[in-house]
């Protein structure tokens, strides 16, 4: 009776102790590519909405939405704004190439005020970047990286003043629709460069980047999750959760530490339409 009394104390201390250190965690879920009224891939409404009622069983301190968010300008943003009101979390919205050009990024903002900007959730800062400005990507089969508009590349040169002039305590993860590059093995869909940024919008991005601490990009654009190392950044690559040509639909969730350390897991659907 006397081991029983004492063991029970040590449990109970030591549960106590882990769920105090779990409590300083950060849980971040990341949504991609949700292509509403996508009309080639019918059903990306019926699929954002069974993650949001996954994300509903989750304890989340915020949900970011890393582009292309629909395929019908205001109408889809604000039917995403609509439907994921019911996460009960904040959520923070960065446009993927299917939402904004620079000449079209005043109407995003009517919608969601701003295409890059910086926000903080319990001590880790997050910098949303608008990739669509770093690069061409309105022909999916080039096979050479094509030169920006002049209206984006003019909007490109602002940013990029702005993200210099950034300042952080703290950790600090970028986020991004398109991935700043691929990793030594290549990994992407296929080798085009509509899958990447160009120079030498990439690589002064990622110097900036690199001078503001961050380590982790958080990116989308790839219809499929992934982790992997590029210059000497990890990326995380968050699922589609509308379509994919070969990989399952889902999402990710991110635990991040104090110190800045990011652990993702991918939640996939039970139910993959497109994955054989």
């Not at 919008?201 to 110097?207: D, G, H, I, Y």
Request: net charge neutral; hydrophobic share 40%.
């Amino acid at each position: 009776m006397l081991k029983t009394l004492f063991i029970v104390p040590v449990l109970l201390i030591a549960t106590l102790c882990f769920c105090a250190s779990s409590d300083h965690d950060i849980t971040i879920a990341q949504l991609s590519d949700l292509h509403l009224g996508m009309t080639g891939h019918p059903g990306s409404e019926q699929r954002l909405q069974q993650a949001i009622e996954m994300l509903q069983r989750q304890h989340l301190d915020a949900v970011i939405i890393s582009g292309d968010i629909g395929d019908h300008f205001e109408q889809s943003w604000k039917q995403a704004r609509e439907m994921l009101a019911a996460v009960k979390a904040p959520v923070y919205y960065v446009p993927g190439n299917h939402d904004v050009t620079a000449k079209t990024v005043s109407r995003y903002a009517k919608v969601f005020e701003h295409d890059y900007y910086s926000f903080t959730i319990k001590g880790i800062h997050f910098i949303a970047v608008d990739s669509q400005l770093l690069g061409n990507f309105s022909h999916f089969e080039s096979k050479q990286p094509e030169l920006p508009a002049k209206e984006d590349r003019e909007a490109a040169e602002k940013m990029l003043e702005w993200l210099n002039g950034l300042h952080f305590s703290g950790p600090v993860i970028a986020v991004q629709h398109v991935p700043p590059d691929r990793s030594s093995e290549r990994i992407s869909p296929d080798n085009k460069p509509y899958w990447v940024l160009h120079d030498p919008w990439r690589t002064r991005e990622l110097n900036v980047l690199r001078k503001l601490g961050v380590k982790d990009i958080l990116a989308g654009h790839w219809h499929q999750g992934t982790i992997y190392e590029a210059d000497g950044f990890t990326f995380h690559i968050a699922p589609a959760t509308s379509w994919s040509p070969k990989s399952k639909l889902g999402f990710a969730i991110h635990k991040i530490s104090p110190s800045g350390q990011v652990k993702t897991k991918f939640i996939y659907f039970a139910q993959q339409p497109f994955v054989k």
